[in-house]
């Protein structure tokens, strides 16, 4: 059974830190792509960062130079820091497992609130 599990959410003044991290179990970790992404209310669901299984990251333009994606591949573990955090990073991000259409896993979510 796959399971993606995020951690390290929550209230945060703007112009603050926060570092999630996401534990995988169920799946090969190291042939996987890992991503974050985001939804906030009434939005879409978008991608803030991508770390394939060679290490190549990507990141959405709102995010780049404040993010960074990294992957633990001894501990099955990704993890996003996030610095200079502004109000509309506010969203639920979800961890993401990607290897092909069929194998394509989510996590449950952790909400980050940036807020005065």
């Known amino acids: 059974q796959v399971q993606l599990v995020e951690s390290g959410g929550g209230l945060v003044q703007p112009g603050g830190s926060l570092r999630l991290s996401c534990a995988a179990s169920?799946?090969?970790?190291?042939?996987?792509?890992m991503g974050w992404y985001r939804q906030a209310p009434g939005k879409q669901r978008e991608l803030v960062a991508i770390?394939?299984?060679?290490?190549?990251?990507n990141y959405a333009y709102s995010v780049k130079g404040r993010f960074t994606i990294s992957r633990d591949n001894a501990k099955n573990t990704v993890s996003l820091q996030m610095n200079s955090l502004k109000p509309e990073d506010t969203a639920v991000y979800y961890c993401?497992?990607?290897?092909?259409?069929?194998?394509?896993?989510w996590g449950q979510g952790t909400q980050v609130t940036v807020s005065s």
């Open positions: 770390i394939t299984s060679s290490g190549a990251t």
């Open positions: 993401n497992a990607f290897r092909a259409q069929s194998l394509d896993y």
């Open positions: 169920g799946i090969i970790f190291d042939i996987y792509a």
